[in-house]
């Protein structure tokens, strides 16, 4: 066992911890930067919604971390266990403990899918399929080719989870599909959410709503999936009346797609910088912790209320980093970070609907000569090439670059139709 000081440690090497390591080395060369994240393998999460629907693969979204790492920055190979903030201490699974001056926390959240009687066990086979892990991504595709005609199900669970439009995105992907195969008669789709609607957005709630509507896809509000037999094949859901009355419903699939509960990492519930749900507590415009000033968080970890995507991630980064540089210039930090996510919901394929929006679900679009509710084949190569090209060469680089979004883009947009 060893003890190490650095002094800006950063917990986790997803799309946030990349980020932020090269951005502050692009900002101050001399700083001393290290990162702990075990895996070998780096991931364009974005992209597994095309991959399970066939348009994309995951050899592109997959490559090796090391290869995105400025050289500067010392790669911890190895797992946070715990965390002593009153002592600036984090200890590895190792043993070592590492010291710090400032500590970024971003090691995304974690996939509960035991939290499903059965899943565990017939996920990969039987037809249940799930975009939601690299090791699962392939198989969905798998299904949806070789799935000629029966039910067809997609799950979706309480929030909060990793891109909350994603559940639905296969959806239509796949409804799509059906229909240029010429089977969507043969083929009954049914959306199964736990949430009270299409999305948390009614300005896009009612515009996903025609999407439903043209594929002829049946939803299924308050909608909770506890259960699954894979060789039965019959998923069973926890469903809430108007008032509050819950009952048992079961329903027999040929392929169910499986959005799976999700939380905060354990070794973060269990920390002293988690709040009563288990989310790394920081302030919702500075991202700086409540109670330790030098621990700051981005990404899935954190209580911010906003959309856990990678375009909320990319406006964190510039937040955390120029705050970290002002309290050790011995300035205060500022409160810039607005809510902003982004979820390209992807309606078919070939067309997205660009959603973006702040805290309080304010429409924020960033071009606003386009009615954001608009299945744009625009956005479909922003989806399938533009974004990921900005991801590897700009954001994960440590680049900056801002389109400005503005809630008074979309008052025109905003008025009752």
């Not at 749900?277 to 906003?306: A, K, M």
């Amino acid at each position: 066992m060893s003890e190490l000081h650095h002094s800006i440690l950063i917990v986790g090497g997803g799309a946030a911890g990349v980020s932020v390591a090269n951005n502050m080395h692009r900002k101050n060369p001399s700083i001393d930067i290290a990162l702990i994240e075990p895996s070998e393998k780096h991931y364009y999460q974005p992209g597994f919604t095309i991959i399970g629907g066939g348009a994309y693969t995951l050899k592109r979204a997959t490559k090796n971390e090391a290869d995105l790492i400025h050289s500067s920055v010392n790669w911890i190979k190895d797992y946070a266990e715990s965390f002593q903030p009153s002592d600036n201490k984090v200890t590895l699974k190792s043993g070592d403990v590492i010291s710090y001056d400032f500590l970024v926390v971003c090691p995304g959240l974690q996939l509960d899918f035991n939290k499903i009687e059965g899943l565990v066990g017939t996920l990969g086979k039987n037809g249940v399929c799930s975009n939601y892990s690299a090791d699962t991504v392939e198989y969905t595709w798998e299904v949806l080719q070789k799935l000629e005609s029966g039910n067809a199900l997609f799950t979706q669970p309480p929030m909060p989870i990793k891109c909350a439009g994603a559940p639905q995105k296969i959806m239509y992907l796949a409804a799509d599909r059906f229909r240029k195969k010429g089977i969507a008669d043969k083929v009954n789709v049914e959306f199964l959410n736990a949430g009270p609607g299409m999305f948390g957005v009614p300005f896009f709630a009612k515009a996903l709503s025609l999407v439903i509507k043209d594929y002829g896809i049946t939803t299924h509000f308050n909608h909770n999936l506890v259960a699954i037999d894979g060789e039965a094949k019959t998923a069973t859901f926890a469903a809430t009346d108007a008032d509050g009355n819950t009952s048992t419903v079961t329903k027999e699939f040929d392929m169910i797609h499986v959005t799976p509960p999700q939380s905060a990492p354990d070794f973060i519930k269990a920390s002293p910088l988690a709040n009563d749900g288990g989310w790394v507590d920081v302030h919702p415009g500075t991202l700086q912790h409540t109670v330790f000033s030098n621990v700051f968080g981005l990404g899935d970890v954190t209580s911010t209320p906003n959309a856990k995507t990678a375009a909320a991630v990319r406006k964190q980064v510039s937040v955390v980093v120029d705050n970290i540089l002002k309290l050790i210039a011995s300035q205060e930090v500022i409160e810039g970070y607005d809510g902003y996510g982004s979820c390209p919901l992807t309606t078919s394929l070939n067309t997205v609907m660009l959603a973006e929006f702040s805290y309080g679900g304010k429409v924020t679009p960033s071009f606003p000569l386009l009615d954001p509710r608009t299945n744009s084949r625009l956005w479909w190569f922003g989806k399938t090439s533009g974004f990921p090209w900005l991801y590897w060469h700009i954001m994960i680089k440590g680049l900056r670059i801002d389109i400005p979004h503005k809630e008074s883009y979309a008052e025109k947009f905003t008025k009752e139709d």
